[in-house]
């Protein structure tokens, strides 16, 4: 039984680099990663959905993104009705679908994309950065591209199951949605 970890090389800005890494280790800690990101995106959907008020995005985006660079955007939305009910429908609609996906590990990549797009839209929409740049909005968007990147629903996750299906395998671009 070998002790030594495996090593792997790359380049960075033009630097061959080496570097050792701990297979199962980062396996799991995406694996966690992704299940956290889901929970924490299932938990805030499924309760607007269940919440005995009916969401409403209209009095945060009017009124709680003027320090936005988009400010503008996110009042047009507020005041233009099918927009808004479709915001007031999609956000915890989303949120709900994305986290399932995350935590079945399901259709993965396409999840963090679409989680990844609200982030940035929270993250731009509470840009007072009072407290500098770096906020919560960010380290979930962060969360989303690590989870995409390293296509977490292979591991534990039902992704690995739907590849091998033959829809998949004859149409290889379904993969990058897929991970």
Request: net charge neutral; glycine share 12%.
């Amino acid at each position: 039984m070998s002790t030594q970890q495996p090593t792997q090389q790359a380049s960075w800005f033009g630097k061959s680099i080496e570097f050792n890494y701990a297979d199962s280790v980062a396996g799991y800690t995406t694996v966690l990663i992704r299940l956290v990101t889901g929970y924490w995106f299932f938990h805030a959907g499924y309760t607007k959905l269940l919440a005995p008020e009916p969401f409403n995005a209209g009095g945060w985006l009017a009124n709680g993104t003027t320090a936005s660079p988009i400010h503008g955007f996110f009042a047009w939305a507020a005041g233009t009705p099918w927009l808004l009910e479709f915001t007031n429908f999609m956000i915890p609609v989303g949120e709900t679908l994305i986290g399932l996906g995350l935590i079945v590990g399901a259709l993965v990549r396409l999840a963090a994309f679409f989680g990844g797009l609200l982030m940035v839209f929270f993250y731009l929409g509470k840009a007072d950065w009072a407290h500098g740049y770096v906020n919560a909005d960010l380290f979930g968007l962060l969360m989303f591209l690590f989870v995409g990147v390293f296509a977490a629903g292979r591991i534990f996750g039902l992704d690995a199951v739907i590849e091998k299906y033959d829809a998949v395998r004859q149409r290889p671009v379904l993969r990058y949605l897929l991970g």
